[in-house]
Structures are given as structure tokens and as C-alpha cells.
Nanobody, 120 residues
């Protein structure tokens, strides 16, 4: 099993930026597409972004398109989510996961998540 560890969350004012990281425990991570998801308090987990195995193809939820950028460095077994122009609506716990069916169907373990809080 691949173990995933998210990091980079924090408190930021609206309009600010954060860069999230998701580190995988093994190099076979590079054979999978990866996805980012988020869950706000009292709400269901929502899809945010996905990136293909090679990193060439990405897909974004309409709510973050143009503001968030997903990338990956397979040599470091890490995927990233650059979040710009943050809004209060982006406040959530962010998770990464292996993608089984493009773009938002997942399998395997979730990471522990990283909290992103955007002040109004």
C-alpha cells in the first residue's frame, strides 16, 4: 500500500496563496494518477483537482479553475496543489488520493489531510 502524507495547510487571508504537498511512501506512486479533494465542516468530501500519471493532463473543479494548479514531481514522489486567490469558500481539510477512474474516483488509503483556513 502507498502511504500518503499531506502538508502545507494553514491560515491565510482571502486573496492569499498556499501550496499543499502530498508525499507518497514509495516510487510506484508514479504509475498512478492523483487527485485532490476537500471537506468543509458538516459537508461531503468534494473533488478539487486531478493530475495524470505523467503530469501532462490536469482537471479542475469549476469552483477552483483558474485559481488552483496541480503539479507533480515523480522523482520526489510528491504532488502539489498551488492555491492562489483564496476565498473563504476554500476553507476545508484537503486530502490527496490515488485515482482509479479519471478524474475523481479513488482507491487506496487517504492521507491524514491538511487544514486550510481562509479568513473572510
Amino acid at each position: 500500500q502507498v502511504q500518503l502524507v499531506e502538508s502545507g495547510g494553514g491560515l491565510v487571508q482571502a486573496g492569499g496563496s498556499l501550496r499543499l504537498s502530498c508525499a507518497a511512501s514509495e516510487r510506484t506512486f508514479s504509475t498512478y494518477a492523483m487527485g485532490w479533494f476537500r471537506q468543509a465542516p458538516g459537508k461531503e468530501r468534494d473533488f478539487v483537482a486531478a493530475i495524470s500519471r505523467t503530469g501532462i493532463t490536469t482537471y479542475y473543479a469549476d469552483s477552483v479553475k483558474g485559481r488552483f494548479t496541480c503539479s507533480r514531481d515523480n522523482a520526489k514522489s510528491t504532488v502539489y496543489l498551488q492555491m492562489n486567490s483564496l476565498k473563504s469558500e476554500d476553507t476545508a481539510v484537503y486530502y490527496c488520493a490515488l485515482v482509479s477512474t479519471w478524474p475523481d474516483t479513488t482507491f487506496g488509503p487517504w492521507g491524514q489531510g491538511t487544514q486550510v483556513t481562509v479568513s473572510s
